[in-house]
């Protein structure tokens, strides 16, 4: 029998780590025949919650499931971690400066980014769900030298599924017919959805939508609107949606991309489309044997190019304010 892999999940007791566990638990984070063991990172006020969602996860009787640590102390979370879900955040209150904000979680994800560094696995792989992701992604990876950089991403795959859905519909297509959609930047209100290199149904995407106006004024504010707008209409941040994007990010970077498409992810920039090193940016990937590759020599044309350096240019603002506060 396989050797279980441990899968540790921070902020465990919140919204989407309820909608999160239970499908790593069942073995669709990283395959039918993977045996997990959770281990679960909370804060000492989420502990009991924590606690009340593994009693859930031994009620389902999960053939996958191999054990559960709850801890409120990351050097204990990490240790052994091959997979990490840093989901817990600092969120904005009323009246939070940004500056304030990232602060706030440079003292969350340095001390769990050098966690992973003293603690985790070799192979560890390390997922950033809690915003702003991508910086907060920066943070961690930078107190933890003695891993890969390319290691630690952050999640632009939910922006990438809502673009996917927008442009099928607008085309009347099905999800499955769209390939090679690309969010690029930050995962904030400036990323840029591109359409340009996508197709659907192996028609150029931008071609068959043939209407500037609609990927300015429409599509694209959908796409990046569209968590304020769950918010508005549910009463709460997306949670089930964001749980499932952190379930495809992983299941795609450790088993692959298809022939002939690409995902989205937040991945350390080596320069690749004028975007600075080191800054963690989302770009095109293909993913084989638990590595990616940013895909190479794509045109970009003028409409994508501002937008992308828009959002690139908030990634290097935010990157110059953490450096600020020495957290990098
Ligand atoms: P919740 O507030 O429901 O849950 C967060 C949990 O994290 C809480 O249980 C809290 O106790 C815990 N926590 C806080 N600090 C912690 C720490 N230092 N160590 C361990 N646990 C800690 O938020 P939820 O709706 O689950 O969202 C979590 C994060 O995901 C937020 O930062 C949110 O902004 C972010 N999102 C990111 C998305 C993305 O696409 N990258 C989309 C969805 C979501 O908005």
């Not at 240790?79 to 003292?107: I, Y």
């Not at 992701?133 to 891993?147: E, F, R, Y």
């Not at 673009?163 to 017919?177: H, R, Y």
């Not at 769209?178 to 996508?198: C, E, M, R």
Request: one cysteine or more; proline letters at 4%; a negative charge.
């Amino acid at each position: 029998t396989r050797t279980p892999v441990n899968v540790t999940v921070t902020g465990a007791a919140g919204q989407i780590g309820y909608a999160l566990l239970f499908r790593i638990a069942s073995g669709q984070l990283l395959g039918a025949d993977v045996p997990v063991k959770l281990r679960l990172l909370e804060i000492p006020q989420g502990l009991k919650a924590a606690e009340g969602t593994a009693m859930e996860l031994d009620d389902c009787a999960f053939p996958l499931l191999r054990g559960i640590d709850i801890s409120d102390d990351p050097n204990v979370a990490f240790a052994g971690a091959n997979v990490a879900l840093l989901v817990g955040a600092r969120p904005r209150t009323k009246g939070m400066e940004r500056g304030d904000l990232l602060e706030a979680n440079g003292g969350i994800f340095k001390p769990q980014g050098k966690a992973i560094n003293d603690h985790a696995a070799d192979d560890i792989k390390v997922l950033v769900v809690g915003n702003p992701a991508n910086t907060n992604a920066l943070i961690a990876q930078a107190a933890a030298p003695d891993v890969p950089a390319e290691r630690f991403t952050a999640m632009t795959r939910l922006d990438h599924n809502r673009a996917v859905t927008q442009l099928a519909k607008k085309l009347g297509a099905s999800v499955e017919d769209v390939k090679k959609l690309t969010i690029w930047g930050n995962h904030s209100a400036t990323q840029y959805p591109d359409v340009f290199h996508a197709e659907v149904a192996g028609r150029n995407a931008a071609e068959a939508v043939n209407d500037e106006k609609w990927l300015a004024e429409e599509f694209i504010p959908t796409v990046a609107k569209r968590g304020a707008a769950i918010i508005e209409a549910r009463g709460a941040s997306s949670a089930a949606s964001a749980a499932n994007a952190a379930i495809d990010h992983v299941h795609t970077w450790v088993n692959g991309t298809a022939e002939g498409d690409w995902t989205s992810m937040g991945v350390v920039s080596d320069g690749s489309y004028g975007v600075p090193e080191g800054l963690i940016s989302s770009f095109p990937v293909t993913t084989k044997d638990g590595t990616f590759e940013i895909v190479q020599g794509l045109e970009i044309n003028e409409f994508s190019r501002t937008r992308i350096d828009a959002s690139v240019k908030e990634l290097e603002e935010e990157r110059a304010a953490v450096r600020q506060l020495g957290l990098l």
